[in-house]
């Protein structure tokens, strides 16, 4: 177990751009989640520490299983990037269940479902645009009624990381989002209600 060492109590949880990367593999849309791995790391610059984490999607079907990866700022020099990491993080335990401020450490997050909405974003690799999945939101009471991502195009990367909200993501072996668009909802559409999943629960109404 490794402590976040970040004060959530008087932090607003943050209700959209969770920000990612990583491959193209799950279409855009609101997915089930649990954390099976996480630790804190040094970031690549050395001058601050990321959680950084391994999500599996649980959501029965074409990407059940898919793993997502994704690091959210803990400290940074930025007071930009490090507020926003920790609004992040505060919207993560939230959406896994967890009063405000509650969410403390890696071991909490281990196998606690959430809901997050996936999106799709674009990136250069070796002077080419690449496309990657994104978390765009971890969805709890506070964003619970937008919609999930549609099928806009893919968002432009910023290319500064110091200038985003700092939850990265990646998966693998799943079919090209251009050729499956199949969701949670066993292969219909994603849903593009108000209501929190299509009537799926949500981790955070659980009464334990």
Not at 141 to 146: M, P
């Amino acid at each position: 177990m490794a402590d976040f060492g970040v004060n959530l109590n008087d932090v607003d949880a943050a209700t959209s751009n969770a920000s990612g990367g990583g491959g193209p593999i799950i279409p855009r849309g609101r997915y089930g989640f649990q954390i099976v791995e996480g630790e804190i790391k040094q970031n690549s610059k050395k001058n601050g520490d990321n959680y950084a984490f391994k999500a599996e999607c649980t959501d029965e079907g074409p990407f059940f299983k898919s793993f997502v990866y994704g690091t959210i700022v803990l400290s940074n020099p930025s007071a930009w990037a490090q507020n926003n990491g920790h609004a992040q993080l505060q919207a993560l335990g939230m959406a896994m269940g967890f009063g405000k401020g509650e969410f403390t450490n890696t071991d909490m997050a281990l196998y606690q479902p959430f809901v997050a909405d996936i999106d799709i974003e674009i990136y250069k690799k070796d002077g080419q645009d690449k496309e990657r999945n994104v978390f765009a939101a971890f969805i709890h009471e506070g964003n619970a009624n937008t919609e999930p991502p549609s099928e806009k195009a893919p968002a432009a990367l910023a290319g500064n990381d110091n200038s985003r909200a700092q939850t990265s993501a990646g998966n693998t072996s799943q079919p090209n989002p251009s050729t499956a668009r199949q969701t949670q909802n066993g292969g219909s559409a994603p849903s593009t209600g108000g209501a929190a999943a299509g009537g799926r629960a949500m981790p955070w109404k659980r009464s334990a």
